[in-house]
DNA sequence: ATTATTTGCGCAAACGTTTTCGTGTTGAAA
DNA sequence: TTTCAACACGAAAACGTTTGCGCAAATAAT
């Protein structure tokens, strides 16, 4: 087991100065072609790599992205993922992932614990519980650090940086619409309680396209899911409470859902209603996961394009920090330009509504 | 925008030396409680965290796990990663992923640019590109540099490290075994090609369970996808693929599939055929995912555990750097002992079986 | 009053780089 | 021969820590 090699150890063998062999290996022209040669030889043949470490701490910066997203078994962060080192890779940079589990504390920890020279930026999704509680200062004190971040889908206002976001209002309305157009008259829409941001906008969108076609939106035909019941261990208190809801509302002849996991049990428990999809009932998700794609039927789907929002959160991030290169200390940083970027959602027609 | 504060600044600001605020810092009983505690109350109101770069410098330790999966929209390596994240984060450990994409290539970029100095440790599973090809020469260089690796799932016997499997073996016979009890006379599989090391192993549970019973296999009921047609872009040519099975063998009444595209995508075709499941055809897949969980019917399953296979491997990977932490310099590191930890499957009845 | 001991703190090295600035040697120009 | 530039290389600082050791001052023991 010969550890690695450093650039001491070389020196050490070649009978030179540490800073001639950095030299030679940078192809400096300070040093004799004779000497660059044989430290180059050397160098290769026990596999000379500088160490990163030392190199972050030299140039203080670490060419690494921290991730924190709330949950990595989801199709959809998972996807983010994907674009993400895609791109950072391509760029040079690794990606480190931390999970808050929708805690807000978790949140804190894995921000803190990397904010110390860890990493140079944060891309990150906000947890459900940080949204509920309305407390930033964590976004506040990395930013104020000299740290950029880049929000991706759940963002909030009230933070200054970057974004990346899903059309959800224009992506559900155009669903919506869908339906509509597609002959129903009664839709409902299974939606999240309002401090999860996109699910508010979805309803918001569900609402516009309503009104925009002049019908009025019956309350009774909105049900907000408490997110608590999201995780897989609750699946059956939500088939419950959808259940319920069908009971309730005898009439429904479309579904909105704002993610598969609804849209999926709506299809399940109409079916046990008796229903018939998409002849009876015409259903559209949101999120086009694995679950979609598989279902039977398959589901007719909104999809946010996820890699591409890890993909544009990745180069807004990227760019931002080799900007901050080249206006190193500009001090006045010229009037901090923060950009949010929409990622066109599309609605993918499956066999949960009518082909016309 | 006050940049993160360094033990010299504070030095500076109270007039001591850097060595002293270290020492304060970390309660050395060396330094007055006067000044010990002008120190802290300092350091707390700038919020002084240690830079993690130069503690890993110092240490020669990052306290970091990298982590390289051959794709990471994918529940069972999600979940691995869930696993390994947890364990690693209460133990302190941070993680990087790298993906591979499959791809030899990418696999040895990855871990080459991780292996100088990034991280302490590699948790991987190989990609089938590297299984195909054999060229394993970057596993054993890596080890060779000191750094341990843990294999998980997909491994490899010519490599000698710590690993983690599931018993393919067992979990697959268990399944077909209970198709057997369950009165099918015509067992099908649907399997990979060899040389993916988890479909050899699930092919030969099933052959053994046919064995133990008598039966004489046949190889026209045992059909080997080209991993080629894994992708969700290929997802025509499986069920092309799949239907031709059928064609050839109108009297299966059973499936074993090795993972759960196979079996939801033989289920549909099944269904096209004009047979019921389970009443017509039973099926069990592999690894329990969403989908097994949400199709209809829904998919009896060998569940492989992935997010206790990711905890096992961090905390394999973590004994070891921490053993190694001791030992310091043992030099004759006492015969590597290396150890193969087997996860055991758990068969997860649904309705695509008979509940007898 | 002298010596011994404790107390409180700073120096310097080390981790592995990169890079600026010297400096000694060589060869050519004066 | 003297002067000067070019050449080839080394010393040292810096990035931010931790820690062994030395040293002075203050206290205690003789």
Redesign the pocket.
Known sequence: MRRKV???QIAREL??????V??A??HSK??????REKVQAFAKLYH????N???S??N?KTKTIGIIIPEIVHHFFSKVIRGIELVANKRGYNVIVGLSNEAFDKEVINMEMLANGSIDGFILSISKQTLLQQDYHHFNETINQGMPIVMFDRVVNEINCDKVIVDDLNGSKRAVEKLLSNGCKNIAIITTKDYVSVGRLRTQGYLEALEEHKIYSKSSLILKIDVELDSEDHLDDLEKEIEQFFKNNRNIDGIFAVNELYAITAMKVARKFGNQIPDDIQVIGFTDGVLSKHATPSLTTVSQHAQDMGEKAADLLINRLELDIDQEEGEEEEEEHYQTVIIETELIERDSTKAL
Chains 1, 2 share one sequence.
Request: proline share 3%.
């Open positions: 450093t650039l001491k009978d030179v100065s540490i800073s001639t950095s030299k290996l940078r300070e040093i004799s072609e004779d000497t000379y790599r500088p160490n470490i030392a190199l701490l030299k203080r």
